[in-house]
T-cell receptor
Framework: SQQGEEDPQALSIQEGENATMNCSYK?????LQWYRQNSGRGLVHLIL?????REKHSGRLRVTLDTSKKSSSLLITASRAADTASYFC??????????FGQGTELSVKP | DGGITQSPKYLFRKEGQNVTLSCEQN?????MYWYRQDPGQGLRLIYY???????QKGDIAEGYSVSREKKESFPLTVTSAQKNPTAFYLC???????????????FGPGTRLTVL
C-alpha cells in the first residue's frame, strides 16, 4: 500500500526558480527520506529527516517535516536544467520497510 | 567501485515463461529489496531480505519468488503466475542494525521487463 501522497504530480519551472514539492503520509514514522530518479534509472538518496527534526538543509535542498500534519516539503533553490527528474518521498517504518509516494515529476526549462 | 548492479537492463519474455532478474551488491549490506515500478507510479515492495537465507513478502509478492543464498546476491524470478509482469524492476540494499534494516537504501539501475 502507498503511504505517501505527493503534490503536485508534475511541476514545470524555469531555470533559476525555486521548486517546492509536498508529501503527506498517513501513519507515524521513524524518518522521512527524499529520493531522485532520472528517467529510466535507479533512485538516488537525497536527504533524510528524522521524526524529531523540523528542518534540514543539504546544498540547494531544504526539507521540512511537520509530524502534527503528517507532511513534508522539499525545496530546491535556484533550480538547474540538470534537476529535471522525478522526486519521491519515502517514509521509514519499524521493521525496516520504506514506503514510497507516487512522486513529483519536475521539469526545469533552460 | 562499490555499488549495486542489475542485469540485464532490458528483458523480453514470452507469456508463460519464467524469467530471473539478477541483483548483485558489493557494499557488504545485509538487507536487500526488490521493487516494482509502473509508469508514472511510485515503487511497490515485492520481497525483502534482512539476512542471508531469510526473506519476507512485501506488498505485491504474488507471482514472484526470490532466494538469498549469498549476502551479495538476491535474484528475483518472475513466474508465469504473475499476470501483468511488464514493469521496471529495481533492486536496493541497506545496512542493518540489530538485524533490522536501517535508513537509507541504495538502488541499482533497474531492469525493464516486457512481456511479448
Amino acid at each position: 500500500s502507498q503511504q505517501g501522497e505527493e503534490d503536485p504530480q508534475a511541476l514545470s519551472i524555469q531555470e533559476g526558480e525555486n521548486a517546492t514539492m509536498n508529501c503527506s503520509y498517513k501513519t507515524s514514522i521513524n524518518n522521512l527520506q527524499w529520493y531522485r530518479q532520472n528517467s529510466g534509472r535507479g533512485l538516488v538518496h537525497l536527504i533524510l529527516i528524522r521524526s524529531n527534526e523540523r528542518e534540514k538543509h543539504s546544498g540547494r535542498l531544504r526539507v521540512t517535516l511537520d509530524t502534527s500534519k503528517k507532511s513534508s516539503s522539499l525545496l530546491i533553490t535556484a533550480s538547474r536544467a540538470a534537476d529535471t527528474a522525478s522526486y519521491f518521498c519515502a517514509t521509514f517504518r519499524q521493521g525496516g520497510k520504506l514506503i514510497f509516494g507516487q512522486g513529483t515529476e519536475l521539469s526545469v526549462k533552460p | 567501485d562499490g555499488g549495486i548492479t542489475q542485469s540485464p537492463k532490458y528483458l523480453f519474455r514470452k507469456e508463460g515463461q519464467n524469467v530471473t532478474l539478477s541483483c548483485e551488491q558489493n557494499l557488504n549490506h545485509d538487507a536487500m529489496y526488490w521493487y516494482r515500478q509502473d509508469p508514472g507510479q511510485g515503487l511497490r515492495l515485492i520481497y525483502y531480505s534482512q539476512i542471508v537465507n531469510d526473506f519476507q513478502k512485501g506488498d505485491i509478492a504474488e507471482g514472484y519468488s526470490v532466494s538469498r543464498e549469498k549476502k551479495e546476491s538476491f535474484p528475483l524470478t518472475v513466474t508465469s503466475a504473475q499476470k501483468n509482469p511488464t514493469a521496471f524492476y529495481l533492486c536496493a540494499s541497506s545496512t542493518t542494525s540489530g538485524g533490522v534494516a536501517t535508513d537509507t537504501q541504495y538502488f541499482g539501475p533497474g531492469t525493464r521487463l516486457t512481456v511479448l
